[in-house]
């Protein structure tokens, strides 16, 4: 047992298990479990001044956070402590008193779901696991196929047929085994967890293994002590299956609890207009209902999220803002972000940004908020969309009077 790790916690029946390596769902009724820690040990170890003092830059900087008994043995890639950039021109643009972008898609496979791969390596290993298998609409698995590599695991990975080509690129030169699903997500994600079950293999999969949240939560660490632990207003992000949203509030409450920092953000849940089940639930006060995956945001267009209930709890419990946005305004999204910031996200990762302008369009957020909006995924994900978004380069022969005449309508 680690010493700061109290055990796995049912969030349904709240009975307490031992933090086990290889532990998933409650064993009694199934409910998804949180991983608890005991703050007193944590805030004994570390505080701002020995934080400052590290010189190591990743998402192992904050080791008295996660459920580790240490970084392993096996090579790893280098995950977390990604930009942080204040946006001005943008939070202009906007009339947002002050706007800061998280860049997530700058991490080893592009997408912020390597913080929880980099976690489901670690785990895999304390496991003894031999083989790491999940599904994906396609972040979680190139996350997981790289990591895995790096580390020497061999994987087993599910994707839904609709997943983006370069995502499913990237599956195939990490060598993974890929099965492409002719289904949706959720079907994807029954037969994968199917598999897991007949074959043993180690379950990446976060909704249903706990201690992957715990590492989507270091980017919340990251946040806090970027912004020298003063924190914003609000923070924003895409929302999908719940697992991310729900990590980004636990690692705040992680640092509330240790004093790191003296107050907590509001945050703002992002979903598409087709595809907003937990968005819906909160606007509504009644409980989630499936939806259709019917977004361009092929990263959060999950119609059945397994992690509803954390997802819900964290809007909740921050006193959060929903906003579902157009696949349109997560277009005009991603040519704002790239011109006035220079970050190039895919759909789901300016989702968030997308939510941002239509709060503050709504009156959600008032516009002398400071807010965080955290960039998920890299472009290049999703090439096809970002032309959508751009438009086509201008095109001419190689003659100086055809590039005179484009010259004038330009």
């Given at each position: ?29 199934g ?30 900087r904050y ?20 930009p ?11 009339g ?95 037969l ?55 990590g ?25 207009e ?7 639930a ?45 696949d ?38 008032p ?20 032309i959508?978004?751009?438009?086509e ?18």
């Open positions: 047992m680690m010493e700061h790790v109290r055990c796995a916690k049912c969030i349904s029946c709240g009975r307490e298990w031992e933090a086990k390596p290889d532990i998933t769902t409650c064993p009694d009724c409910g998804l479990l949180d991983i608890q820690y005991d703050y007193d040990t944590i805030a004994r170890a570390v505080n701002r001044e020995t934080m400052a003092r590290r010189p190591e830059r990743s998402m192992w080791l008295e956070y996660l459920p580790v008994r240490g970084m392993g043995s096996r090579p790893r890639l280098r995950v977390g402590w990604s942080f950039y204040e946006a001005e021109r943008l939070a202009k643009v906007l947002l008193r002050k706007l800061y972008i998280k860049d997530d898609g700058i991490n080893p496979t592009a997408s912020l779901k390597d913080r929880a791969s980099a976690m489901a390596v670690v785990k895999a290993e304390e496991a003894g696991a031999e083989i790491i298998a999940c599904s994906s609409t396609g972040n979680a698995a190139s996350s997981l196929a790289g990591n895995a590599a790096a580390a020497g695991f061999p994987t087993y990975i599910f994707v839904p047929s609709r997943a983006p080509k370069g995502k499913v690129s990237q599956l195939m030169i990490f060598g993974a085994h890929v099965i492409s699903v002719q289904g949706s997500y959720e079907e994807t994600f029954r994968s967890q199917e598999a897991i079950e007949r074959y043993g293999w180690y379950n990446r999969n976060a909704a249903i293994n706990p201690y992957l949240m715990e590492g989507k939560k270091t980017v919340a660490l990251e946040i806090a002590e970027q912004l020298d632990w003063q924190m914003t207003d609000y923070v924003a992000l895409s929302v999908g299956d719940g697992c991310t949203i729900a980004v509030w636990k690692g705040f409450c992680d640092l509330y609890a240790t004093g790191m920092i003296d107050r907590l953000p509001r945050l703002i849940s992002v979903q598409a087709g595809c907003c089940p937990l968005n819906r909160i606007a509504t006060g009644e409980p989630w209902q499936p939806m259709e995956e019917n977004t361009l945001a092929d990263s959060i267009a999950v119609g059945v999220p397994r992690n509803a209930d954390k997802a819900l709890r964290a809007i909740r419990d921050s006193h959060g803002v929903v906003v579902n946005v157009s349109e305004e997560i277009l005009a999204a991603a040519r704002l972000l790239g011109r006035t910031a220079g970050v190039f996200g895919e759909p789901a990762g300016v989702a968030g940004t997308a939510g941002v302008k239509k709060a503050l369009e709504l009156g959600l957020i516009p002398d908020a400071s807010v965080v909006s955290i960039v998920t995924g890299n472009g290049l994900k999703d090439t096809p969309n970002a959508r978004a751009a438009g380069p201008v095109t001419i022969r190689p003659d100086l009077d055809e590039l005179l005449a484009v010259m004038e309508r330009l």
